[in-house]
């Protein structure tokens, strides 16, 4: 046994119990999630077709309408929710560090 493992020995078995759950939880489901990408599934079964799925979606004009709105609207929101905080903070930022002003960014925040 190496002196690195007899030093962090413990350090591993307490780090296994949620590895393991992330492995099963995690890394089983997208593993099989990108094999079933690359298969013909039926009910019954399936075959491999390789990467034809893909050229599928990338041929579909409603999979394209969709990835569209999608990556407008997560561009819209993001922008307006920076921009929003932005102004939020540049508003708390005067009320400076008396009784009230706690007040005032407490409430501000639990909203």
Do not use: E
């Not at 075959?47 to 990835?67: C, E, K, P, Y």
């Not at 990556?71 to 009230?100: D, K, M, N």
């Amino acid at each position: 046994m190496t002196a690195a493992l007899r030093r962090h020995g413990w350090s591993y078995l307490f780090v296994l119990p949620t590895f393991s759950l992330f492995v099963v939880f995690t890394l089983l489901p997208v593993a099989q999630g990108l094999v079933l990408s690359l298969q013909d599934a039926r009910v019954t079964g399936g075959s491999f077709i390789g990467l034809a799925n893909f050229g599928t979606l990338a041929d579909d004009s409603v999979f394209r309408q969709a990835l569209g709105n999608t990556v407008l609207y997560a561009t819209v929101v993001v922008a307006a929710q920076v921009t929003l905080a932005l102004i939020v903070a540049s508003l708390i930022q005067p009320l400076g560090r008396g009784a009230g002003s706690s007040i005032a960014r407490s409430s501000i925040y639990r909203w």
